[in-house]
């Protein structure tokens, strides 16, 4: 067989890359581990096909050699799949590999129910994936490992899995493995998920590096070759690498700058690393950064110094763009070898380094991301939302008014400052004095600003501050205070209404209630009271809809009862005619969900509401995972039943392109073409691009994909996507 012959090679590569941080006796718990793993893994495969044994190897040689890390985190690698199915006890594992194994295992075993195939759970999963970070960062370590081996053997994966596996890489993992400084892990998922997600673009851009690489290497040597002189006579160490930008990098900046590939500008960087004494580093630093400035223009936009002040996750370097041999960008990163460690190999070379430099900047970062897990917010799509900004954003840098430097995303505001300082503050912040001027709430903080608030007992929290506000720690103290400020508004609304009522003579109860939040269709009772206390309902009107007669009534869930499968067209939507309920639901009508704006031709389901009856939404609508996951006993299967002579559905079509006054008359001619109505065309022009957005009625969905195929088809579009809603 040639199975274990497979297996032991692993294993000898494995111990390489383990090397130097294997102490006496580890290769022997290592060798234990591996046996343990292969009993256990007999016979079973991972989604990609591989052999559990060998892919539990091939992470255990990703944590040795690509992050650095040691025995306790190699053997936890190795028995991460088949924990569950040792054949020793727990207390046993203790006692042979010691109780941080067991920990780890034990952490990781908690999260393994994060599964791409099952893509609503994502949000929640990632909340518990998180959570983990409290115990031990290793388990988050040893879970990106295990979701890099995947991405790396994902062509021999199920074609249904593929995708959802590199869409939850691209937004979760990858940023994740950027916020705790394993960039080379980072690019390498970025790269390996539009690979699948954008498998064109990809193709074009890998296709133009490997054409390139010849032109690229002799313009590297030609850049090196002065600097090389000038650097050997001030006595420094050094080593010189040349590498390309990542693929999806390439990819990035061609689309924000609506360029192509020859286009933009520094495809590749220069990175100069220095064998220097921690005491010197930064010095060193600077002098080579003197050099290179010296022989070759920077551009003085481009400079970034990440030596004095370090990023959250630890990064620290010197960058800066310079203008090198034929005229071409040349992007230069400066560095100590300890500072390209922890570049490289992250959290394991921060444990390697404490005694230098310490992990404030990640306590900070792991602090941070407590907070978003411990906030009151409900909707995961929300949560979701705030962890993928506290993981993609850069950092602004202020000072308190005594000189305490206070580290926020990019983009935050005086608002945020505020709430970052003390809840208490933000509540009651009216303004604030940036470098000695009065600025306003919305005031976006810079680099280096002197901040102090200004504070009124009177303030409290508005609605509008969420829509400027960035950090999630506001956004939850907001909505916090929004919630308690609406507890408070309903209860008094209520009152008044049963006050009201006892005066009317009438009865208070649920009957009352929900014809009330059936009339003014309300989604609560709660947006009944309130509204009532803020005087946006008149009472006297109230009174004439609770006294008109049961004759006038038209609530909407009082439709015909429907017969067997067959949906009847019915008064309040008429598009029932042509849609079958799978399961029998008696007494409801059925209404398109303007959330997806489903289209005739389009998979669908149907969704039992409290209030308005059955609601179809497209099986690929935004909130479809969120319904199906929390709600699966109102999920009802549908489909469409007719094509012929069916009424016309409402579309909405997002049009990107670069500037051309002409091109909205190309798109009119194609819409002209298909004898559809349009409803709204809306368009501008802005900074050398254009956008638009088109709201059609259509037959179907092939005579809708027909008009985005044939738009995408007009010269200077870039992209033409279907929109779920306005």
């Known amino acids: 067989m040639n ?65 650095g890390l040691g025995t306790t985190t190699i053997i936890t690698a190795l028995l991460h799949d088949s924990y569950g ?70 062509d021999n994966a199920p074609e249904k899995d593929k995708l959802p596996i590199a869409s939850e890489t691209y937004f979760l993992y990858a940023p994740l493995a950027h916020r705790l400084g394993y960039y080379n892990i980072k690019s390498e998922m970025e790269d390996l998920a539009v690979k699948y997600l954008e498998p064109e673009q990809y193709k074009y851009v890998e296709g133009r590096i490997r054409q390139t690489t010849a032109s690229r290497n002799k313009l590297i040597r030609e850049f090196s070759s002065p600097l090389k002189d000038k650097l050997d006579k001030l006595g420094l160490k050094y080593t010189i690498k040349g590498r390309t930008k990542s693929i999806y990098s390439i990819m990035l900046k061609m689309k924000k700058q609506g360029v192509d590939f020859d286009e933009v500008f520094d495809l590749f960087a220069v990175r100069i690393i220095i064998d220097s004494e921690p005491e010197n580093e930064k010095s060193d630093c600077w002098r080579v950064y003197s050099v290179v400035t010296d022989l070759y223009q920077p551009n003085p936009s481009r400079m970034r110094d990440w030596i004095s002040v370090p990023k959250s996750n630890g990064y620290e370097s010197l960058h800066t763009t310079v203008v ?58 929300a949560f979701l939302d705030q962890v993928r900004s506290g993981l993609y954003t850069d950092e602004v840098f202020v000072f308190t008014p005594k000189g305490d430097l206070r580290q926020l995303p990019a ?55 969420l829509s400027f506000v960035v950090t999630s720690k506001a956004k939850t103290k907001i909505k916090q205070a929004l919630g308690e400020e609406r507890i408070k508004s309903a ?57 008109r007669g049961e004759k006038d009534e038209h609530p909407a869930v009082q439709a015909p009862v429907l017969p067997e499968k067959e949906v009847k067209e019915t008064d309040t939507s008429v598009y029932s ?21 489903p289209v005739f031709g389009d998979p669908i389901f149907g969704f039992v509401t409290i209030s308005e009856g059955i609601k179809i939404h497209r099986t690929n609508c935004p909130n479809a995972h969120n319904l199906m996951a929390r709600y699966p006993y109102r999920v009802v299967t549908a489909r469409w039943t007719k094509a012929k002579g069916a009424p ?3 579309a909405l079509i997002k049009v990107t392109g670069i500037e051309d006054i002409g091109i909205g008359n190309k798109i009119a001619d194609v819409i002209a073409g298909y004898n559809v109505t349009v409803r709204s065309f809306s368009y501008k022009i802005e900074d050398g691009f254009s956008e638009g957005t088109l709201s059609i009625m259509v037959p179907n969905n092939d005579i809708l994909y027909g008009i985005i195929r044939k738009i995408q088809a007009i010269k200077g579009i870039l992209k033409v996507s279907r929109q779920t809603s306005d």
């Open 3 to 67: 199975e274990p012959r497979k297996i032991y090679k692993d294993y000898r590569t494995l111990l390489k890359s383990a090397g130097s941080t294997l102490g006496p006796g580890d290769t022997r718990k290592i060798r234990r581990a591996l046996d343990l793993a292969i009993e256990a893994c007999s016979g079973k495969s991972i989604l990609t096909g591989k052999p559990e044994i060998e892919h539990a190897l091939s992470v255990a040689s990703i944590v040795a050699g690509e992050m």
């Open 85 to 154: 199915r040792l054949s020793i006890t727990p207390q046993e594992l203790e006692n042979e590999f010691g109780k941080k194994v067991v920990e780890i295992l034990q952490g990781f075993n908690r999260i393994t129910g994060i599964d791409s195939t099952q893509a609503s759970y994502q949000s929640e999963n990632f909340r518990k994936l998180l959570l983990s970070l409290a115990d031990d960062v290793r388990v988050i370590l040893i879970k990106l490992v295990e979701r890099l081996e995947y991405m790396r053997n994902l």
């Open 324 to 381: 090198g041999p034929r005229g071409k960008w040349v992007e230069v990163q400066i560095r100590s070898a300890r500072m390209d460690e922890i570049a490289e190999k992250g959290l394991a070379a921060h444990f390697k380094y404490k005694g230098v430099k310490g992990e404030g900047g990640l306590d900070i970062w792991l602090t941070k991301m407590r907070e978003i897990l411990e906030s009151t917010e409900k909707e995961e799509d």
């Open 411 to 465: 983009g935050s505001t005086l608002l945020d400052f505020a709430f970052d300082i003390h809840t208490a503050v933000g509540a009651s912040c009216v303004g604030g004095k940036v470098n000695g001027r009065n600025v306003t709430l919305r005031y976006q903080l810079q680099n280096g600003d002197h901040v102090s608030i200004i504070r009124s007992k009177n303030q409290k929290p508005k609605q509008d501050w």
């Open 491 to 547: 209860a008094e609304g209520k009152e008044i209404l049963m006050r009201r009522l006892k005066n009317w003579k009438l009865n208070y109860g649920d009957s009352v209630i929900q014809k009330l939040i059936n009339h003014y269709e309300f989604k609560n009772a709660q947006d009944l009271y309130c509204s009532i206390e803020s005087g946006k309902l008149d009472l006297l009107e109230i009174k004439e809809v609770l006294l």
């Open 577 to 597: 005619d042509y849609l079958v309920i799978e399961e029998k639901v008696d007494g409801l009508d059925y209404k398109l969900s303007r959330c997806c704006n």
């Open 648 to 650: 016309t559905f409402n």
